[in-house]
């Protein structure tokens, strides 16, 4: 790989890398502005049936950092696998 190649293949991981942080945060904002409600437990959406078995519910935005940061990763997740 020339050095060339190479600059302009990190160039693209770190434009690639920015806008994949933007689209993060706006992400993370629409879920903080919903009113869809996740169990406290397991983070599964209140409508599914998967529930852990839990009644306890609550906005994305009164979840823990953790539990909204794995609710986010398999939005990006799916996201990722739609547009390939």
Do not use: P, W
């Amino acid at each position: 790989m020339s050095q060339d190649a190479f600059y302009y293949q990190v160039q693209m991981e770190e434009e690639y890398m920015s806008k994949m942080k933007d689209f993060v945060e706006e992400l993370r904002t629409e879920f903080v502005l919903s009113t869809q409600e996740y169990c406290c437990y397991c983070g599964n959406e209140k409508e599914q049936e998967q529930c852990c078995g839990e009644n306890h519910f609550v906005t994305f935005a009164d979840l823990f950092e953790d539990v909204q940061n794995v609710i986010l990763d398999a939005e990006i997740k799916q996201y990722e696998r739609a547009t390939k």
